[in-house]
């Protein structure tokens, strides 16, 4: 990655990896070799002198919502999908630490063997001291998403961004790139117009807490060469939405996915 010639504009990040990220090219579990590759790029983030903390998903293992359309008890479901989180949230402690990193995990939901409960005074020491937090089993309630619980973390560290990593998609469209090749892409996005047209951001609750606390948020495609270094200093070509002028890409950018 390019050398950054300017200071990162953000001290400390959440970075929000989804469960479908994490999978990789595997139709079920956690890829080693996209682990490799966070660790590897979240190194060199630590490196600038930026503050990481991550909240990761479960969908890789088990989605909440499927096992309710399938005629489990929501919550009861919700609870699996959060038992799922701590099982991703444990591989990439263990791949961030075989690149050098310290670790803490910190959990919603009790589970004292594995993980730290979360606390968010010990969390915001444990970023101070450089250490990577990792935020696993979401809020710790049913019906929340990790989306929000990634909302919500950024604002009780006092983070200045929440980094969203997707994949295989570079940012937000106006209709799905992957029905629509011709559909453009926001280079910018008010939080506004994110809720007004439903894009696929994140859920409405998540995107409210950020608007409400202006946590500006940058969506990217994890699979971009040096995406997350490029998102951490402000230097990529995902979306950025925020208190900013809607924009959108008049070339679309389908050949990047």
Same mark, same amino acid.
């Given at each position: 990655?390019?050398?950054?010639?300017?200071?990162?504009?953000?001290?400390?990040?959440?970075?929000?990896?989804?469960?479908?990220?994490?999978?990789?090219?595997?139709?079920?579990?956690?890829?080693?070799?996209?682990?490799?590759?966070?660790?590897?790029?979240?190194? @060199?983030?630590?490196?600038?002198?930026?503050?990481? &903390?991550?909240?990761?998903?479960?969908?890789?293992?088990?989605?909440?919502?499927? &096992?309710?359309?399938?005629? #489990?008890?929501?919550?009861?479901?919700?609870?699996?999908? #959060?038992?799922?989180?701590?099982?991703?949230?444990?591989?990439?402690?263990? &791949?961030?630490?075989?690149?050098?990193?310290?670790?803490?995990?910190?959990?919603?939901?009790?589970?004292?063997?594995?993980?730290?409960?979360?606390?968010?005074?010990?969390?915001?020491?444990?970023?101070?001291?450089?250490?990577?937090?990792?935020?696993?089993?979401?809020?710790?309630?049913?019906?929340?998403?990790?989306?929000?619980?990634?909302?919500?973390?950024?604002?009780?560290?006092?983070?200045?961004?929440?980094?969203?990593?997707?994949?295989?998609?570079?940012?937000?469209?106006?209709?799905?790139?992957?029905?629509?090749?011709?559909?453009?892409?926001?280079?910018?996005?008010?939080?506004?117009?994110?809720?007004?047209?439903?894009?696929?951001?994140?859920?409405?609750? &998540?995107?409210?807490?950020?608007?409400?606390?202006?946590?500006?948020?940058?969506?990217?495609?994890?699979? @971009?060469?040096?995406?997350?270094?490029?998102?951490?200093?402000?230097?990529?070509?995902?979306?950025?939405?925020?208190?900013?002028?809607?924009?959108?890409?008049?070339?679309?950018?389908?050949?990047?996915?």
């Amino acid at each position: 990655m390019t050398k950054a010639v300017r200071e990162p504009p953000h001290k400390r990040i959440v970075l929000k990896l989804s469960g479908e990220a994490l999978q990789g090219d595997l139709s079920y579990g956690i890829d080693p070799v996209m682990l490799n590759t966070i660790g590897t790029q979240l190194k @060199a983030v630590q490196q600038m002198g930026i503050e990481v &903390a991550i909240v990761v998903g479960g969908g890789n293992i088990f989605r909440g919502a499927t &096992a309710e359309a399938a005629g #489990m008890d929501r919550a009861t479901g919700d609870y699996a999908g #959060m038992l799922a989180t701590i099982i991703t949230a444990l591989a990439l402690q263990d &791949a961030l630490e075989r690149h050098g990193l310290t670790v803490r995990t910190q959990s919603a939901i009790t589970v004292t063997a594995v993980a730290e409960p979360y606390i968010r005074r010990r969390a915001m020491r444990h970023l101070e001291k450089g250490r990577v937090v990792i935020f696993a089993a979401g809020t710790g309630n049913p019906y929340m998403t990790t989306d929000t619980a990634a909302a919500l973390r950024a604002i009780e560290i006092d983070a200045g961004v929440l980094l969203m990593a997707k994949k295989n998609v570079d940012g937000v469209y106006e209709a799905d790139p992957f029905k629509d090749p011709a559909a453009r892409k926001f280079l910018t996005l008010s939080y506004l117009d994110a809720l007004n047209r439903r894009v696929q951001v994140m859920d409405a609750t &998540a995107l409210s807490l950020c608007m409400e606390n202006a946590v500006p948020i940058i969506v990217f495609d994890l699979r @971009a060469p040096h995406s997350i270094e490029r998102a951490a200093v402000g230097d990529h070509t995902g979306t950025v939405v925020g208190d900013v002028k809607t924009a959108l890409q008049e070339k679309s950018t389908a050949t990047s996915r």
